[in-house]
């Protein structure tokens, strides 16, 4: 039988990594792609509750400057924990305002993937190769 906890601090870093930069990348977008973003909240079938709780464009660019702060934590596994609950929180209302209709199932399942990731490093930290274990 194969021992794989051998790899369990690499594969703790290529996950985190991986998951980082999807937020980092994403988070950019935000802010550097403000009008094609703000036209997907504008086409949203939730846009008057966004409305109703303040400017879309003060949305967006919050939900950019998280993605990519808390996601250069969860990338160097800094503050781990605190960086996949920013993240988790920032991306639900997100994932209910932009994804639920009929034609967004697979970005929907895919936000769903990625929160139970965040979930996961809440739940167990950074791991190995994480400025949080030093």
Avoid: C
Avoid at 16 to 22: A, P
Avoid at 70 to 91: E, P
Wanted: net charge positive; no cysteine; hydrophobic share 55%.
């Amino acid at each position: 039988m194969i021992d794989y906890s051998k790899y369990h601090n690499l594969s703790d870093l290529i996950f985190r990594v991986g998951l980082s930069l999807i937020f980092i990348i994403g988070g950019a977008g935000h802010l550097v792609r403000e009008q094609m973003m703000l036209q997907r909240i504008e086409a949203s079938p939730w846009l008057d509750l966004v409305n109703t709780l303040g400017s879309p464009v003060f949305f967006l660019q919050l939900s950019g400057i998280v993605f990519i702060m808390a996601g250069f934590g969860l990338l160097l596994g800094l503050r781990t924990r605190l960086s996949a609950l920013a993240l988790f929180v920032t991306l639900v209302p997100i994932t209910f305002v932009i994804h639920i209709a009929p034609e967004h199932t697979g970005p929907l399942f895919k936000n769903i993937a990625i929160l139970g990731a965040l979930l996961h490093f809440f739940v167990r930290g950074g791991g190995g190769f994480s400025l949080d274990r030093r």
